[in-house]
């Protein structure tokens, strides 16, 4: 007896299959198609729902962890300085309520003010051509208040803010690409000036709050050019 010989006794004899047999092999290969059916469209909807989901994380910096940057400053610049109560000497032309915590007048005269980091205050032996901070006369990595020049236009296309109960634009300075100029309408139509060097740690709600503080006395003068 060959090998098929032997499969063929052991199953026995053919059975012809009977209509019942032939009604629940259908059934149950049409339960399959089904169940087959809705694992493909379950799992459509909860990768669609994934999509969804990691779209409005994505959008909105909303997860797991902590939020970044961008999702707690909303595009602005990052603040990691506060605003304090000023308490020296008032400048010629000006009257500040708040200066950055850490922060000094620097230099000021009836045209201007220039506030620089307390870290620099009274340094022996720095030659100031050597770092800008030291030098009273330079802009960089400080604060500057003026009105404009008597030459100067309005101000340029920025952000319309609200400075205390005065209109301001929060332009982004020509010759520096991260640093803000605040211009505040004084009630004569000339514009106070506060530039804000870039990296300062401010962010742009604190540059406006800031502006908000600075009061124009009738001893400030225009500047020229």
Partial sequence: MDLRDQLASIAGPAVAPT???ADADLARGRRALRRRRTAQTLGGSAFAAAAVVAA?????????????????????????????????????GFVLDK?????????????SIVLA???IRNKPGVDPSSDPLYDPNS???????????RDQGGP?????VEVGDRDG???????????????????????????????????HEQMVDFGAGVHVTKAAKQGAG
Wanted: charged residues 15%; aromatic residues 10%; negative net charge.
């Fill in 56 to 92: 409005f994380v994505f959008a909105t910096g909303l997860g797991a962890g902590a939020p970044g940057p961008a999702a707690t400053d909303r595009g602005t610049a990052v603040s990691t300085t506060q605003l304090v109560s000023y308490k020296g000497k008032q400048p010629k």
């Fill in 139 to 149: 802009f960089e990595g400080k604060i500057a208040v003026m009105l404009q020049s």
């Fill in 156 to 160: 340029p296309a920025g952000t319309e």
């Fill in 117 to 119: 980091p307390s870290r």
């Fill in 99 to 111: 200066i950055p915590d850490g922060w000094f007048v620097q230099a000021d005269d009836p045209g």
């Fill in 19 to 21: 209509a019942a047999d």
């Fill in 169 to 203: 634009v929060l332009a982004q300075s020509l010759d520096n690409d991260s640093g803000r100029t605040l211009w505040v309408e004084q009630p004569s139509g000339v514009y106070l000036q506060i530039q804000f060097w870039a990296d300062l740690g401010l962010s």
